[in-house]
């Protein structure tokens, strides 16, 4: 019997940041991914399949950035567990 | 450190002196102070609160800082942003950057805003007599850092 691998290698840290954050009322989880990893679309998708608010805020067309591991992601960018995954809304600083 | 996130405030006399202190070469300073304003989008805002995303948004100031120094014939910059609970008339951001000469210092100054007004990973939330509010991204915004990606390394202001 091969040993599970523990959960740092399999799941994804995913933060929540400014009115996403308030909408889904959570700041961060962790995410189960599929084995062999994922996508940030893949990941968009997972979410968006709650239904909901989840369904709402992350419908396609809606004005949500991604980044991963503190880089700026596009629809294609791998993920692998242990990764930080964030999603929040375009940014208004300055 | 080039770039600072903090929600104390910040004395740009001091920041000034220090950015530029002992370095004979800099014959201009130019800076940019962001303030809040007690009217957005038609509404009087009484606070306003700023978040930001620790670790991420630190990269993308020295990301654009460094661009900055790339492109400008510029010696030095310093980006200071606040976060937290601010009022009306409160600094929020602070831009200095030094160089031989006016030109390249105002120029990069610019782009500097213009590109954390974009890139860095802040987020303004207003308190107004209808509650709060998340503030939009303007579409003007990305025009005035989309100037800036068709002029080459050396170029005047868009």
């Known amino acids: 019997m091969r040993d599970a691998p523990p959960d740092s290698l399999t799941r994804l840290n995913v933060v929540y940041l400014a009115r996403l954050r308030e909408a889904f009322g959570v700041a961060a989880e962790p995410l189960q991914l599929p084995e062999g990893g994922s996508t940030v679309a893949q990941v968009l998708a997972q979410l968006r399949a709650r239904g909901g608010t989840w369904a709402a805020e992350l419908a396609p067309g809606r004005a949500v950035r991604v980044a991963v591991n503190h880089a700026m992601a596009t629809p294609a960018t791998p993920v692998r567990g242990g990764d930080e995954l964030a999603l929040f809304p375009p940014v208004t600083g300055g | ?158």
């Open chain 2, 1 to 158: 450190m080039p770039v600072r996130v903090q929600t104390a405030d910040f004395d740009v006399s001091h920041e000034i002196a220090a950015l530029r202190a002992g370095d004979a070469r800099v014959g201009a300073v130019a800076s940019f102070i962001g303030t809040v304003r007690d009217v957005n989008d038609a509404a009087a805002v009484s606070t306003m609160t700023l978040e930001h995303y620790p670790g991420m948004t630190e990269k993308a100031l020295e990301a654009i800082v460094s661009e900055a120094r790339a492109r400008f014939d510029v010696y030095d910059a310093l980006v200071v942003h606040r976060v937290g609970e601010l009022a009306p008339t409160d600094q929020i951001v602070l831009v200095v950057v030094t160089g031989a000469h006016r030109e390249a210092a105002f120029d990069a100054c610019r782009f500097l805003m213009d590109y954390l007004k974009t890139r860095a990973p802040f987020w303004k939330k207003e308190r107004t007599p209808d509650g709060t509010r998340w503030v939009e991204a303007r579409a003007s915004d990305d025009e005035a850092a989309a100037r800036w990606q068709a002029a080459g390394a050396g170029d005047t202001a868009p």
